[in-house]
């Protein structure tokens, strides 16, 4: 039985096409009295994307503040403010920022319309009523989050997404001027984030030609982005991302993804990074990948934190271990239907204690 | 100016993944004493492909002959033919077959819902009312009938397509077992219609990142099914099909395209072999991608139609150029804005004479 796959139906790509926002969004303002709503990451408060933003009257800009991850409680309060703000529904959310942004706007977008707490509604198919219509700016490339069908939140009980069809974007503008003035640092880890899953999903289990033939183009990609030095890499970028993004469509992530959940909600460590920070005690599962990305990590004079599990009592150590491997699929693409004797809870460990 | 490119918003990938028809029609199903309609190509008639149509009761079976290219007095005798079936209209079209099978389901979609003839709508955004759900089933690959915002039609006029977003599916099935069977001849010149639309895609001058990164993989895996030797050639022709589509988003074919509409216009000639033929003369302006052409000729055994032009008069000799040179935004794509000073109707027409 293959998977009947959701795909955004729309697509602008383009330096500059931020500028035809407007005009995208013009045939959406259907409803009157509506208005749409601009969730912003509040990095760039103050900054010249901020003004070029086209609110009409009755438009709220709503900035979010993304220093930890989204959270479910997080994504509650937000949805409050909106239906307070007016007791229309708006008709439209455009998410403009990185990974964490994008997943923002669609949780909003899902919960404007389904009751309840974002946290009902963490893991597979439980949304029931299609979203407000929604539109993604990315500003950061590398998460495929402008592409995929789910938006990660951390609960009060797990680290999981919002995975349904309804989740996806309706409509994307991929403006790769947007992602020219990223700090070095956060470039870097984004960009290894698409880079990682195309390892993953290319060296897994689950994979087929459609899959593959995305994950390779990635790959690509990512390899003239981060190993030679192009005029036009932030296009490069874009696309990398967005093929990686379809790249999981018929495939999975793996070993990396797994343990970066675990750090992610027992130490807060943002995805990006966390995943650097998994890959790198990887080489036994990815030598090729992992070889390569010292290579990018050398070229890019990126230091990794070290030692980040050393202060860490048994119990965070035991709940991290616990994160990880509740990730079934991913395991299973990495290792085949017999993952459990080979990631055994002592061997996912000793990963943790070497990070 | 960026275009907001729509795309196939489903669709479902795998060996033997036609057997999933049934089910991933069955929401489509809602209305009382409607019915589907099955588009097949009637080479099909008798064959195993025939009795795997899940027909359910009312649903209307419409074998459709494609000897010649569809034209538009064809289409509207098709949907004259299902408004006699049944005054209700059907809940929606399915094409099996392929690039001529695929746009004759897409403009019955379209006819079924919008007044008039097919030939009314020949042009750009014609469309005004949205198409009756269609889904494709392609089995031949390299068209990229199956992706494109177009439905070629021959009309009393001109060879001319439908483009509109209308015109594009609902849904793909691409099962890749279902193009095993295809004669050598057929699978060559369908592939290579791909591939020199890969060619002329990527050597244009409209070409971005988003259309080169999907016409580079897909001319990845054309010289992957044709020059090396594959298990999984299938499941890659049908990829680099549905990639070369998608290539041509922000893109354009070229020269080698519009002289195959000269031959199909005048002499009736198949698309594919017909961009085999014009390929075959143009290694002035594709130096490469001739050269490996002839490369992929050799180790399939493939012999060209020699002199299909010896026997023209001079006034069909001038509507092959005319109708050639009409294709302006493909000689923009190729020569650049100065094209009709680089493509003449002398240079024109002394191509057409050494085919």
């Known amino acids: 039985m293959y998977r009947n796959f959701s795909i955004v139906p729309k697509i602008m790509f383009g330096r500059g096409s931020f500028n035809q926002l407007a005009e995208v969004i013009a045939p959406e303002r259907v409803t009157p009295g509506s208005y749409f709503v601009f969730v912003l990451d509040d990095i760039f408060i103050g900054k010249p994307l901020e003004s070029r933003i086209p609110l009409e009257k009755g438009d709220l800009l709503l900035h979010v503040n993304v220093d930890d991850e989204p959270k479910t409680s997080y994504i509650d309060a937000l949805v409050q403010q909106i239906k307070q703000y007016n007791e229309i529904l708006p008709d439209g959310i455009v998410g403009i920022g990185g990974g964490s942004t994008m997943d923002i706007a669609k949780a909003i977008s899902l919960l404007l319309k389904n009751p309840g707490s974002s946290a009902d509604y963490q893991g597979w198919d439980l949304i029931e009523i299609p979203s407000v219509y929604h539109l993604a700016v990315p500003t950061l490339a590398g998460t495929g989050a402008e592409i995929s069908r789910t938006t990660i939140l951390t609960g009060p009980e797990k680290k999981l997404g919002i995975n349904s069809d309804y989740t996806l974007y309706n409509q994307l503008i991929l403006d790769p001027e947007l992602i020219a003035g990223v700090p070095k640092d956060q470039w870097f880890y984004t960009g290894m984030d698409c880079y990682i899953h195309d390892v993953e999903s290319l060296q897994g289990t689950f994979i087929n030609e459609f899959s593959k033939s995305y994950g390779e183009k990635s790959l690509d990609l990512c390899r003239q982005v981060f190993l030679d030095d192009h005029p036009d890499k932030d296009?490069?970028?874009?696309?990398?991302?967005?093929?990686?993004?379809?790249?999981?469509?018929?495939?999975?992530?793996?070993?990396?993804?797994?343990?970066?959940?675990?750090?992610?909600?027992?130490?807060?460590?943002?995805?990006?990074?966390?995943?650097?920070?998994?890959?790198?005690?990887?080489?036994?599962?990815?030598?090729?990948?992992?070889?390569?990305?010292?290579?990018?990590?050398?070229?890019?004079?990126?230091?990794?934190?070290?030692?980040?599990?050393?202060?860490?009592?048994?119990?965070?150590?035991?709940?991290?271990?616990?994160?990880?491997?509740?990730?079934?699929?991913?395991?299973?693409?990495?290792?085949?239907?017999?993952?459990?004797?080979?990631?055994?809870?002592?061997?996912?460990?000793?990963?943790?204690?070497?990070?």
Request: hydrophobic share 40%; net charge negative; with cysteine.
């Open 235 to 355: 296009d490069k970028l874009m696309m990398a991302s967005y093929f990686g993004g379809m790249s999981i469509a018929y495939s999975q992530v793996g070993a990396c993804h797994a343990l970066s959940y675990g750090l992610s909600y027992v130490l807060g460590i943002h995805h990006g990074i966390g995943c650097c920070i998994a890959f790198d005690v990887l080489e036994d599962i990815y030598p090729d990948g992992v070889a390569e990305f010292r290579q990018m990590m050398k070229k890019h004079d990126i230091q990794l934190p070290k030692n980040i599990t050393a202060d860490l009592g048994n119990d965070a150590l035991e709940l991290m271990v616990t994160t990880a491997l509740n990730l079934v699929p991913l395991w299973e693409n990495c290792l085949g239907s017999d993952w459990k004797n080979l990631m055994t809870r002592e061997r996912c460990k000793k990963l943790y204690l070497r990070m």
